[in-house]
């Protein structure tokens, strides 16, 4: 009897490539300047750092409610809590959503230089990923339709989008919505939205009141500072929230996390101090590194598209090794279907003239990485 049979993964989890996150880190001890993760320059509210610090009944569980944080979103949001559901960053809501409403035969669409975690999660579930090509680096609503087939079952819309930083306006959401099939499940990742500074913008928040079968994302990793307790929430209809708290761990939020989110919420004034530093900096990046003649697409977020004219012989990957010599990070963004381009986010005063000098003497030299 031949008994070599090995346990096999469910079809697609083998054509999945690993999320590569940015770099973080370099040998040595010499300080590192970190702009390839969206982080915030200005990290999180003292009040969050506070109440953080004050959740120390570590032998006990959380609360599998996360009710006083649910309650902080709802109050700042004029959201009913019971149409919020928390998640361990919102990667963990994406993954949940795939998880719910996707399986084999399915299809889903993402933008063509969309968040790459769409695509994993379509692929975890045995569902097929099906990519809208953009225009200008935009997500084109039009191109969306045009892939809908009879079994596109969700479309995910990072809006702005990650990598490119560019946005649809609300009309252009709710056109893709209406024209949408109701089967399909819209989810509007709007991990940036708390840094848009146009009239014409939602979330998404009218939409996921005023319709069965939309989802908007969030999270704390952005303009909160957040990140390391990842923290992320969603607001869906009540059938969708059933299902995502029926599937979801039922701790699947930490005690310190619940608090330092839930007071995070409640300071004002640094989320705006926050919002302030980058419309100022993003602004000042553009220019400047227009000025050095690369081309930025426009971001609505905190951070910029940069791309290199390959054809001149100013690669990205040698602006890249120049950053990484005078130990500077950013974003090789050729996994996002740029590979002339890298991705910055917005530092403090200090790291955005650096990191700008750099640039400008790699420009300089004509592309000779260091
Ligand atoms: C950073 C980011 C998120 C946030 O992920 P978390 O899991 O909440 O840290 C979600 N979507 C996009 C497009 C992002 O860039």
Redesign the pocket.
Known sequence: MTNNAKPEPRPGILDISPYVPGKSALEGAAPVIRLA??ETPLGPSPKALAAFARARALARYPDGQASALREAIARRYGLNPARIVCG?????L?SLLAQAYLGPGDEAIHTEHG?L?YRINILANGATPVAAPESDNRADVDAILARVSARTKMVFL?NP??PTGTYLPAGEVRRLRGALPSRCLLVL?A??AEYVRHDDYEPGLELVAATDNTVM?R????IHGL?AL???WCTAPDAICDVLNRIRGPFNLTAPAIAAGAAALEDAAHMQKAFAHNEQWLAWLTEKIEGLGLAVTPSAANFVLIHFPDHKGLRAADADAALTAERILLRRVEKYGFPDALRMTVGTAEENRQTLGVLKAFMASGGASS
Do not use: E, P, V
Not at 219 to 222: D, H, I
């Open positions: 993760s969206n361990a960053g919102s990667d963990d994406l968040f975690m990072a989008n990650n990742d991990a940036y994302t999270t704390f990793s952005k990140a990842r923290i992320g």
